[in-house]
């Protein structure tokens, strides 16, 4: 029996992270399926507009491109988490951001302009780890941490950085 008190006992990693991965598969499905049946139980809020029935010209059709200049604010000022999927160590890359900041940027700006997520960047690792200390070693009580490629993580801040000033600008935020 394997004694790693941050997992359940097992005596086979690889059928206990297969019985995790089929738990967390299984759990999202069930929520899925109760998510399908779920009805609006009353009818919308007049403080929101009617989307529907109001032609909009709010449009957001493609992603701006980013300068050298912009991506190295972000690579700077944001976390250095690395992965173990990650070519080399984000603390490497940060040493040598000159050379590579032009080449990071068009990796960026290429899945920006053709709207492509590479596959690499689409492959995480996944830890389970315990929802609150002392919790018992049940799966129901772990929750997946994905790690992905730093580069995965910065394309997808810039695109979570222009949809929200998108709807910032427009005004698309629930009021509550």
């Given at each position: 029996m394997h004694l790693d008190r941050s997992l359940p006992p097992h005596t086979d990693s690889s059928l206990l992270a297969n019985d995790m991965g089929e738990f967390f598969i299984t759990k999202i499905a069930?929520?899925?399926?109760?998510?399908?049946?779920?009805?609006?139980?009353?009818?919308?809020?007049?403080?929101?507009?009617?989307?529907?029935?109001?032609?909009?010209?709010?449009?957001?059709s493609d992603f701006q491109c980013q300068t050298v200049e912009a991506i190295r604010d972000m690579i700077t000022s944001g976390k250095k988490k690395s992965c173990i999927l990650d070519p080399i160590p984000v603390t490497l890359l940060s040493a040598c951001l000159d050379p590579l900041l032009p080449i990071i940027t068009n990796m960026v700006n290429l899945s920006l302009r053709t709207?492509?997520?590479?596959?690499?960047?689409?492959?995480?690792?996944?830890?389970?780890?315990?929802?609150?200390?002392?919790?018992?070693?049940?799966?129901?009580?772990?929750?997946p941490i994905s790690n992905l490629q730093y580069v995965s993580k910065l394309t997808e801040r810039v695109v979570a950085n222009q949809i929200q000033s998108q709807m910032i600008k427009n005004n698309l935020f629930p009021q509550l």
């Open positions: 069930n929520i899925r399926s109760k998510l399908d049946g779920i009805s609006p139980s009353h009818p919308p809020s007049t403080l929101e507009p009617d989307l529907a029935s109001e032609p909009s010209d709010i449009v957001l709207g492509y997520f590479a596959n690499a960047w689409k492959t995480a690792v996944v830890h389970p780890l315990l929802k609150k200390p002392g919790l018992d070693l049940l799966f129901k009580n772990f929750r």
